[in-house]
């Protein structure tokens, strides 16, 4: 069964790294998303992707978050300048689109910032 | 803006139903989902509903809606231990938008 991806599952990085979080959406959807969740609190809305452009951001999603879909696979969240409140577990998903109602989530990177 | 609360604890015979809840704020939600996270995977789709319906049954599965006091619950018939799990129940107004989760519901099944 075709399933979303990300890599790597664990990231450990020093405060002021930028990191790039990779993930591989399922082959034929059309939607992209980036949700995030820091330990103990719920899982909150980052960005949301569609043909080649961003569709929605939330308020968290400011200018050290980009997204970027650099080839036909891949869909990637690079954080600039990481900062300590930045640790979470960032979950891809991916949908369809044309109104499916699902959202196919990968497993998640762990975010730590030291 | 949207607020989805669900409570953090739930505990369940084997056997027995679980019934988990959860409440939303935002009356313009047309889409209301339940999800599961078993550990150290993504979030898996077990169902959803139309703000239209007030219920949904799939297999062991019922969703009620009271769309009047924005209450939304997932019940389990017959709970196994595979359904050990944190349920999350997300809401949103478009499909294929952003959904807004909950805090997420641990169900922990004693045998």
């Known amino acids: 069964e075709p399933e979303v991806t990300q890599t790597p599952s664990h990231q450990v990085t020093q405060m002021g790294q930028e990191v790039i979080l990779r993930c591989v959406p399922i082959s034929n959807h059309l939607y992209f998303y980036w949700y995030r969740q820091i330990l103990g609190q719920k899982v909150e809305f980052l960005v949301s992707?569609?043909?080649?452009?961003?569709?929605?951001k939330s308020e968290i999603f400011d200018d050290q978050f980009s997204v970027e879909r650099p080839d036909g696979s891949n869909f990637t969240l690079k954080i600039r300048s990481t900062k300590l409140e930045d640790s979470a577990m960032y979950f891809c998903a991916s949908s369809e689109g044309l109104a499916t109602h699902e959202q196919f989530f990968g497993p998640g990177t762990r975010l730590t910032v030291l | 803006g949207e607020d989805v609360e669900q409570s953090l604890f739930l505990s369940v015979r084997e056997g027995d139903s679980s019934v988990i809840n959860c409440t939303y704020t935002?009356?313009?939600?047309?889409?209301l989902y339940w999800y599961k996270q078993e550990p150290g995977a993504g979030l898996q789709l077990l169902t959803y509903?139309?703000?239209?319906?007030d219920m949904k049954q799939d297999q062991r599965l019922t969703v009620l809606l009271n769309k009047k006091d924005k209450h939304l619950s997932l019940r389990i018939a017959d709970t196994q231990t595979g359904d050990s799990a944190i349920y999350f129940c997300a809401e949103s107004i478009i499909p294929d938008e952003k959904l807004t989760f909950g805090t997420g519901t641990r169900l922990t099944i004693i045998p």
């Open positions: 992707f569609y043909n080649n452009e961003i569709s929605e």
């Open positions: 509903i139309f703000s239209n319906m």
């Open positions: 935002d009356s313009s939600s047309t889409y």
